[in-house]
């Protein structure tokens, strides 16, 4: 394997406040040709996945006092689980991961793209447009035709929907909240409490024994939580049961975890999660900001009760501007940002080759919760990182280069079959059948190769801990 060339990597450790030398310990190699797209997405990829492998490297020696193991990145597993969420099969078939009304549309001065996967969202939808519950995709496209494409987002995000216009670069840049996501850092990692510091234990994984308790949900942390689960943590994902999630994404993202639910406004069900919280080293959270901050779950309020803890937050558009507020998803910040716009044509907008933006955050995420752990380990304190997708589409945007042999199909998925001899998948039985799934990119000399469980059924395991 060869030197990991400089740059995009560099960037992102640093963002990590992380030691430059280290950057040395990474290699790559494997087929090239992967994400094909006019913007640097095989870059991006490559360098969340090599961060994040090279943080459970210097965390697996900061724990077991050690030297840090070297790192080893494969493209086409990079590519493969970049595409995860296309490539999953559940005893043969396929999950599609977009509903009919999560699509483009023309509108009538532009194009508008939505997102109506979970039911609520297609209810509040086609009630924004004044249509039935029972309308399908020819009303839609009737109603949003005859309307301007900002007058659909506007009306839809009144209603709890999902709806935006597509915009250039540029007109995203001199939007209020555009302007705000250019000044702000790829990710940010703080330490905002004290704690002692932990005393080296040598342990089989970075993460063995640590408990991580998952408040995400599509996908970006649901990424990072399935790469904490595959470096030895104890993984509970934690829902409301009344927000109803599919079971073919779990069968993606659940390899690694357990998952329960539980209704933090109830009292019995918030005393069950209290008592998680108190032997918890994690908490990953990914709804809107400030959505969960009634349950105790504001940064501020768990580290007053978990000193030690880590927390890590998500969003789609930022915890700032005057979108904060507001419900996103990857396929929506690619349309909001240009980046829809840059990888269409002159006839209709584009997609990247995978939702880029969610993986790519993701590994971001779980390397700044592996770096926040080694800083844990070595200092003590409690810890904070936040990051949003529209920061991760900055980066891509302006922040990388593409390499000068890197494919440019822009506009089409990279659409090889799942038998393609550059996938780099797996099979296993799972509770619900046979799976197959895309194999961990993250990897470092002496690491694991797989995850040590399938996904299970959503919301079916007990609301506790294993025992260590």
Known sequence: ?????????ASAWMALGAEP?????????GPAGGLPARLPVMELARATVAVCSLAAAELTAVRGGRAVPRVRIDDGA????????????????????FAPLSRFWRAADGWVR???NYPHHRARLLAALGLPDDAGVDAVARAIAARPAMAVEDTVYAAGGLAVAARGAEE???HPQGALVARQPLLTLERIGDAPALAPHDVPLPCSGLRVLDLTRVLAGPVATRTLALLGADVLRVDAPQLPESQEAHNDTGLGKRSTTLDLGRGADHRVFEKLLADADVVVTGYRPGALDRFGLAPEA????????VVAQVSAWGRYGPWHERRGFDSLVQVATGIATLEGSADEPG??????????TGYLMAAAVLRALTERHRAGGTW?????????????MYGLTRAPDAPTAAGAPDDRSPDHPEHRLAERDSPMGRLRYALPPVAYEGGPADWSRPPGLWGADRAEWLRA
């Open 21 to 29: 030398a280290l950057l040395d310990r990474i290699s790559y190699g």
């Open 172 to 174: 995203w840049a001199a």
């Open 78 to 97: 990079v590519a493969t689980a970049f595409r995860s969420d296309r490539l999953v099969r559940l005893d043969g078939q396929a999950w599609t991961a």
């Open 1 to 9: 394997m060869t030197p990991l060339r400089p740059g995009a990597e």
């Open 302 to 309: 768990l580290a007053e009760r978990r000193p030690g803890l």
């Open 114 to 116: 939505t997102h109506a």
């Open 384 to 396: 904070l990182t936040r990051l949003a997708l529209t920061q991760t589409a900055h980066w891509l």
């Open 351 to 360: 997609a990247l080759p995978a939702q880029a933006l969610d993986h790519g």
